[in-house]
């Protein structure tokens, strides 16, 4: 166990567990366990990506075209900003600096979280506007690729709504998660005593953020030099 958990207070030390020490690395290793099978999930994803890309290559070098890199790039900056200020709000936490810090550094990250959020939506709306939803309603029609029909620009898309549609899930899911730690902190819940919940929280977090910076190069930048 790691120095800065060695303190884990006793108010905080649950009956199941025979100490303070075991707690802690049972939750670490719940969440490295949780994130482990978020790995598998995404991982599908990325393998059926990646076959049908091979099957379809001219169809996704298409679909990467209609996507607005400038609204990627500016995800990834935001995202590896909510990246540090989880990091300072965890590391507030281990070196008891204050509720008023902690909860500050979080706020940051909830609002850059949902920043991200908004990118998302600005971009669906316009693939919404440009009947690019993978349903009924959409339409395909780019003279740069005459040789690309209906269906397999479809394919496209689909991955691309079920791809950031889960990382949008799990954003949504991780701005919640912050929410219930500033909750906790204004209770007094965490200090440097104990902070496990905020360190697990972050882990999350990071592993959200890293999953994106996966999908923007899969499918914004890939296919950029056609």
């Given at each position: 166990?790691?120095?800065?958990?060695?303190?884990?207070?006793?108010?905080?030390?649950?009956?199941?567990?025979?100490?303070?020490?075991?707690?802690?690395?049972?939750?670490?290793?719940?969440?490295?366990?949780?994130?482990?099978?978020?790995?598998?999930?995404?991982?599908?994803?990325?393998?059926?990506?990646?076959?049908?890309?091979?099957?379809?290559?001219?169809?996704?070098?298409?679909?990467s075209h209609h996507l607005d890199i400038f609204?990627?790039?500016?995800?990834?900056?935001?995202?590896?900003?909510?990246?540090?200020?989880?990091?300072?709000?965890?590391?507030?936490?281990?070196?008891?600096?204050?509720?008023?810090?902690?909860?500050?550094?979080?706020?940051?990250?909830?609002?850059?979280?949902?920043?991200?959020?908004?990118?998302?939506?600005?971009?669906?709306?316009?693939?919404?506007?440009?009947?690019?939803?993978?349903?009924?309603?959409?339409?395909?029609?780019?003279?740069?690729?005459?040789?690309?029909?209906?269906?397999?620009?479809?394919?496209?898309?689909?991955?691309?709504?079920?791809?950031?549609?889960?990382?949008?899930?799990?954003?949504?899911?991780?701005?919640?998660?912050?929410?219930?730690?500033?909750?906790?902190?204004?209770?007094?819940?965490?200090?440097?005593?104990?902070?496990?919940?905020?360190?697990?929280?972050?882990?999350?977090?990071?592993?959200?953020?890293?999953?994106?910076?996966?999908?923007?190069?899969?499918?914004?930048?890939?296919?950029?030099?056609?």
């Amino acid at each position: 166990m790691s120095d800065h958990a060695q303190g884990a207070h006793s108010l905080h030390h649950l009956h199941q567990f025979e100490s303070a020490e075991q707690q802690y690395e049972s939750a670490t290793l719940g969440m490295w366990a949780f994130i482990v099978q978020e790995i598998l999930f995404f991982g599908g994803l990325f393998c059926a990506y990646t076959v049908y890309r091979n099957t379809y290559i001219e169809a996704f070098t298409a679909g990467s075209h209609h996507l607005d890199i400038f609204w990627g790039t500016l995800n990834t900056v935001v995202l590896i900003a909510s990246s540090l200020t989880m990091a300072m709000a965890v590391r507030s936490a281990q070196t008891n600096s204050g509720p008023g810090r902690i909860i500050g550094w979080l706020i940051a990250t909830i609002i850059l979280g949902c920043t991200f959020l908004g990118v998302k939506a600005i971009e669906y709306t316009g693939k919404w506007h440009h009947h690019l939803i993978p349903n009924s309603t959409f339409q395909w029609n780019d003279p740069a690729f005459p040789t690309v029909t209906l269906g397999p620009a479809k394919i496209f898309y689909s991955f691309y709504f079920v791809m950031t549609g889960m990382h949008a899930l799990h954003m949504i899911i991780g701005v919640g998660i912050m929410l219930w730690m500033i909750a906790k902190v204004r209770r007094n819940e965490i200090s440097a005593q104990y902070f496990t919940p905020i360190e697990i929280s972050g882990l999350y977090w990071h592993f959200v953020d890293i999953v994106w910076i996966f999908l923007f190069p899969l499918l914004y930048l890939i296919g950029r030099h056609h």
